[in-house]
């Protein structure tokens, strides 16, 4: 079992930079075998923002490539998503994902709370 708390979001002009932090308890993050960062707009669908494996490898969706960067500080055991450039359209609850595959082979799976990040334009 792994919790996580999401901190960081605000309310913030377009052009503005974020950054939020995904601080993981009862579990270290070494031993999550990916971590990542969704969001979910206003009557939309919750979509996959950014990933980082337990070895550092980091993954993004086109729409965060070059604006967002995902990174992990093992001894914080945190996970952070820098986000600049922001947009109006990156207004969305962005909440914590971790996954892993237990000793019983089972998949697990869980989130944060999020957190509201909001562009004004």
């Known amino acids: 079992q792994v919790q996580l708390v999401e901190s960081g979001g605000g309310l913030v002009q377009a052009g503005g930079s974020l950054r939020l932090s995904c601080a993981a308890s009862?579990?270290?993050?070494?031993?999550?075998?990916?971590m990542g960062w969704y969001r979910q707009a206003p009557g939309k669908q919750r979509e996959l923002v950014a990933t980082i494996t337990s070895g550092g490898r980091a993954n993004y969706v086109e729409f965060a490539k070059d604006r967002f960067t995902i990174s992990r500080d093992n001894a914080k055991n945190t996970v952070y998503l820098q986000m600049n450039s922001l947009k109006p359209e990156d207004t969305a609850v962005y909440s914590c994902n971790a996954q892993w595959t237990d000793w019983k082979n089972d998949e697990r799976n869980y989130w944060g709370q999020g957190t509201q990040v909001t562009v004004s334009s």
């Open positions: 009862r579990r270290s993050i070494i031993n999550i075998d990916v």
